[in-house]
């Protein structure tokens, strides 16, 4: 077999082994995939409490036919109170987050028809911890009830036509990530009144869970005000906010692990292309140390991106493949090569290559103009350069040149 058979032999090899460590790598990514990671995001979400949505209320007439009547309430006003407090479990963080809310249903019976008044409450989705949870009925001197959840429970017993009704119900939760108000369940009804008010504190680093709903957010001093106010609506969006995090940047970095294997046979394409061209010459064995430092990179941040913030995932993962780097390529390439090839190519292929994957709406755009610009500068060179002279073709065993 040729010298360049075997050698071309040897980097695709090395890419497909590679390429296999990185994508078992992508695999585990998510955070429920992940044993480590998953295990304990699993034991935290039980114990604090997960994504919260609340439920709203069912509300209907009772008869003394067979047949109840479902009421859809005339006004909703929610005003919630988040408190953000990160919590800690080892060196993991999550967005950790208290609720207090107080939520005000107003229900009138357009029916012709009287009967009992009736209320059933569901449990918030995720919601491991409910507390202060009581129903108030202003109109009825301030009545407390005492709900059960997913049970029927009686608020008036006899609900006249065209008679109106408030209903107060306060509550407090825990969760992390998101908090939202189940708003489109109510899509297949007009609701002629709601109004929302979002009082978060202790962060300023959150974003709207739906942006459909028209919003005004109010900057505070320790968070923000989020107020909502719609006439006359049916909607599918849902209220509510999620909490900037470590974990919502798994998806993008799953992702970017998944086309992790393009960045590697890049690279070692790069270093074998200049090498020859520069006759940069060094044992094809060096190849796997060289494959490896790549890997490394994308290593460090699938792993590291659950314990640090993204900046500083990047940032770690930057130093330390560049500590790998310059521990051993000048040593077989030299330090001239090392620094106007090997790094610079190796910092656009990894961290380059990385942020464009934290750029959804762009993602795609931006891959294609790197990856055209690395192909720019291979194929240049490569029609400058006189192949037949490259040292792979010839059985010249002079020293490399640095």
């Not at 407090?85 to 999550?94: A, D, P």
């Not at 009736?118 to 918030?124: G, S």
């Not at 009830?145 to 009704?165: A, G, S, Y």
């Not at 300023?204 to 709903?213: C, N």
Request: with cysteine.
């Amino acid at each position: 077999m040729s010298k360049i058979a075997k050698t071309l032999f040897g980097l695709i090899l090395l890419a497909i082994i590679g390429s296999g460590i990185l994508m078992l790598a992508a695999t585990r990514v998510g955070e429920h995939q992940s044993s480590t990671y998953g295990n304990a995001y699993s034991r935290f979400q039980k114990s604090w409490g997960g994504e919260i949505g609340i439920i709203p209320p069912r509300f209907w007439l009772e008869r003394t036919s067979p047949t109840d009547i479902s009421l859809i309430p005339k006004s909703i006003q929610i005003n919630s109170t988040v408190s953000y407090g990160e919590q800690t479990k080892g060196w993991l963080s999550f967005n950790a987050f208290e609720v207090n809310s107080e939520d005000t249903y107003v229900i009138r019976n357009e029916t012709a028809y009287s009967g009992k008044l009736l209320i059933k409450l569901t449990k918030p989705d995720d919601a491991n911890i409910l507390y202060d949870y009581k129903i108030v009925l202003p109109d009825r001197e301030n009545t407390v009830l005492r709900p059960v959840m997913d049970k029927n429970l009686l608020l008036l017993e006899d609900f006249q036509p065209k008679e109106q009704l408030k209903i107060i119900i306060t509550y407090a939760t825990h969760g992390m990530n998101i908090f939202k108000y189940n708003l489109s369940d109510y899509q297949e009804s007009v609701i002629e009144h709601f109004q929302a008010q979002l009082n978060i504190n202790n962060t300023h680093d959150f974003e709207i869970y739906r942006f459909g709903l028209p919003h005004q957010i109010e900057k505070t001093q320790s968070g923000a005000l989020i107020r909502v106010e719609i006439n006359n609506f049916a909607t599918t969006q849902d209220l509510g906010i999620t909490f900037a995090s470590k974990q919502m940047y798994l998806d993008q970095i799953q992702s970017l692990m998944a086309y992790s294997p393009v960045s590697l046979v890049l690279y070692l394409l790069v270093i074998f292309v200049f090498s020859q061209i520069y006759a940069i010459r060094f044992h094809g064995f060096h190849y796997l140390f060289i494959a490896m430092i790549t890997i490394f990179y994308f290593l460090f941040v699938a792993y590291l991106v659950r314990f640090f913030g993204i900046d500083k995932t990047f940032g770690l993962s930057f130093a330390l493949t560049m500590g790998l780097f310059f521990a051993y390529c000048p040593n077989i390439f030299g330090w001239r090569f090392a620094l106007k090839i090997a790094a610079i190519y190796l910092i656009l292929l990894t961290t380059v290559y990385s942020v464009i994957f934290l750029m959804p709406i762009f993602r795609g755009l931006l891959f294609i103009a790197l990856i055209f610009v690395i192909f720019m500068s291979i194929m240049i060179p490569i029609s400058r350069s006189d192949i037949s002279k490259w040292y792979i073709l010839s059985d010249d065993n002079s020293q490399r040149q640095e």
